[in-house]
């Protein structure tokens, strides 16, 4: 009986306790809000090559295809160029997170998804900027920049996990939180970005 007890007690605290549907669908819109704004910041950067005049992607005219991972495309001066692998990697961390919040945060169709349900939007999401790319010839398209994507991703989904495994329903609050910082940091950084190039 008292194992049952303080099993309920574990599963109550990691299932965040009595909060209230009201505030976990408060917390829900939060990481959608914040979601939307890094997926702006996401588009001009890949995209829009972190341009204020969209003009000048019209004079581009750079549309090509690599297939092979860590090929000619990610070589320079006869290596791999480690860091633009890194930067893809670092820049869908922050995916990972927000897959997990909503994963862990909703309560309809995302509640319990698996791994792979949280790698897909990482994956399809970055498989879009290198089409889009491709169609509107502003940039090489390679399965180097998806994998690195995506392992982005996978890293982020991965920390969360292990953060949550140990705060339950806290770690969305916790890491709502840090994100909403990063959030105001970047676009503090892209205000002075505007300011300087006006």
Not at 154 to 183: D, E, Y
Request: aromatic share 12%.
């Amino acid at each position: 009986m008292e194992m049952v007890e303080i099993r309920s007690i574990k599963e109550a605290y990691r299932d965040g306790g009595n909060a209230k549907p009201e505030k976990r669908m408060e917390s829900l819109k939060f990481t959608w809000g914040l979601l939307s704004v890094y997926l702006v910041v996401l588009t001009w950067i890949i995209l829009f090559k972190m341009q204020f005049d969209v003009s000048l992607l019209s004079h581009m005219n750079l549309r090509s295809v690599n297939f092979i991972p860590f090929a000619e495309s990610a070589v320079v001066n006869g290596r791999i160029d480690i860091s633009e692998i890194l930067l893809n990697i670092a820049a869908f961390i922050p995916f990972g997170f927000y897959v997990s919040m909503i994963c862990q945060t909703d309560t309809f169709s995302f509640k319990g998804g698996n791994f792979l349900r949280k790698v897909l939007p990482v994956f399809c999401v970055s498989l879009l900027y290198e089409t889009l790319q491709y169609i509107f010839a502003i940039g090489a398209s390679d399965i180097t920049d998806l994998i690195g994507n995506t392992l982005g991703g996978i890293i982020g989904i991965s920390i969360f996990s292990m953060f949550s495994a140990f705060l339950g329903a806290k770690a969305v609050k916790i890491f709502n939180g840090l994100a909403a910082a990063g959030t105001v940091i970047v676009l503090l950084f892209l205000g002075m970005l505007l300011l300087a190039n006006m």
